[in-house]
C-alpha cells in the first residue's frame, strides 16, 4: 500500500487524467515502474497508453467482481516501464449502485504485495464523483492527490474530497493521507487564477499545494490525441517535461519517507 496513489477530484474536467499520465510519463523517463489503474468510467487513460477499454478483455470492473488482477494488467503502448489495468465498459454500473459500503475494500485486496511490490508506485485514476469506485480507490490507496484546477468551480470540489479521504480513513483505511494538491491547467498570466490559487492556499495551506503548477499548453491535448507520453516531445514540451519530472520526484520523495 506504501507507493499506491489515488489521483481524484469530484469535478469533472480537472485534468486528473493529465496529472496521472505525466506522472506515469516522467516515471517512465526516469526507468521507474509504475501501473495506471483506470477506475474513470470514461477509460481515458487507458486509451492513450494503447489498451482500448471497449476490446480489453479483462477490466478493472473484472477485479472489482473479485478477477485476479493479474490477469488484468496490460504492458501499455509507451513503454517496458508502464502497465496498466484498464477501465471496463461496466465501471458505470458499478458506480451506481452494484459496489456498496461492503465492497468497498475490493481493489485494496486486489492489490496485494506481491503486485505492488513489482512497481515504484501504483496510480489510480479515480472518476469525477466521490461514489463507489472513489471509494474503492481510497480504501487502497496510501496517498490521496487531489487535482485542482485554478478556477471558481475548480475549487468547490475540495472540501469535498477532504470529506471524503477523512470518511474512507474513518471506516476503511486508516493508512490513508491526503498527501497534496497538484495544480493544473495553470495560466503564465491570470489575475484570476492568482486570487484562486492564493485561497486554495488558505483552504489546505502552502505546504499541501505542491510545485510545480501544472501550467496550460496546447501540447498536453496533442499528447492525448496522438496517444504518447508528454515525455516524447522534446524540446517542444520542455517546460511540461520539467515540471513532471519535478512532480514525480516529488511524489517519489512522499512515498519513500514512509
Known sequence: MMRTVAVLNQKGGVGKTTVTLGLASAASAARRRVLV????????????????????????????????????????????????????????????????????????????????????????????????????????????????????????????????????????NPHLELSGVILNRVPAVSSEAARRIAELTRIVGAGAVWKPAVPQRVVFNQAVGERRPIHSYGSRATDPIEVFDRLWSRLRTTINRR
Open 37 to 172: 489503474v483506470d477506475l474513470d468510467p470514461q477509460g481515458s487513460s487507458s486509451w492513450v497508453l494503447g489498451v482500448d477499454p471497449d476490446t480489453a478483455d479483462v477490466t478493472t470492473s473484472d477485479v472489482l467482481d473479485k478477477t485476479p488482477i493479474s490477469r488484468a494488467i496490460h504492458q501499455s503502448a509507451w513503454s517496458e516501464f508502464v502497465d496498466v489495468v484498464p477501465a471496463g465498459t461496466s465501471l458505470q454500473d458499478l458506480e451506481s449502485g452494484l459496489l456498496n459500503a461492503k465492497h468497498a475494500r475490493r481493489l485494496a485486496k486486489a492489490l496485494g504485495a506481491d503486485i505492488i511490490d513489482r512497481y515504484d508506485a501504483v496510480l489510480i485514476d479515480c472518476p469525477p464523483s466521490l461514489g463507489n469506485l472513489t471509494t474503492n480507490a481510497l480504501a487502497a490507496a496510501r496517498h490521496a492527490l487531489v487535482v485542482v484546477e485554478p478556477s471558481a468551480l475548480g475549487l468547490r470540489g475540495v472540501g469535498g474530497v477532504a470529506d471524503a479521504v477523512d470518511t474512507v480513513w474513518d471506516d476503511h
